[in-house]
């Protein structure tokens, strides 16, 4: 499994962004995926995830309603709409996936993760 993640920037308060996480090595069929974020010197938080091939999906209360997570199969990738950002949204975002169809919400139950994208917001 090799995750690519990408799509980050540097965007003004209010602004969107959509992060988008490939699979390289073989797409994501049978996978479920999420995305975490981190902040400096804060521990690695869980954002969104997805299951295969998608009919569920999980939320950071705190971020629901602003940010969404889908996916487009037949391109094996992973999307984290991001909209309406505030500058505590300043991150390094992961995606990451783990062998199980359904969601879940902590980092040790994903053992393939991509090399993170950076998000940063401007007041």
Known sequence: VQLQASGGGL????????LSCANSNRGFSGLSVAWFR????????????????GMRTKYAGSLKGRFT???????????????????EDTALYYCATRPSAAVATTATE?????QGTLVTVSS
């Open 69 to 87: 997570i889908s996916r487009d199969n037949p391109k094996n990738t992973v999307y984290l709409q991001l909209d309406n950002l505030q500058p």
């Open 38 to 53: 981190q902040s400096p010197g804060k521990e690695r938080e869980f954002v969104a995830a997805i299951s295969w091939p």
């Open 11 to 18: 965007v003004q308060a209010g602004d969107s962004l959509r």
């Open 110 to 114: 994903y053992p393939y993760w991509g």
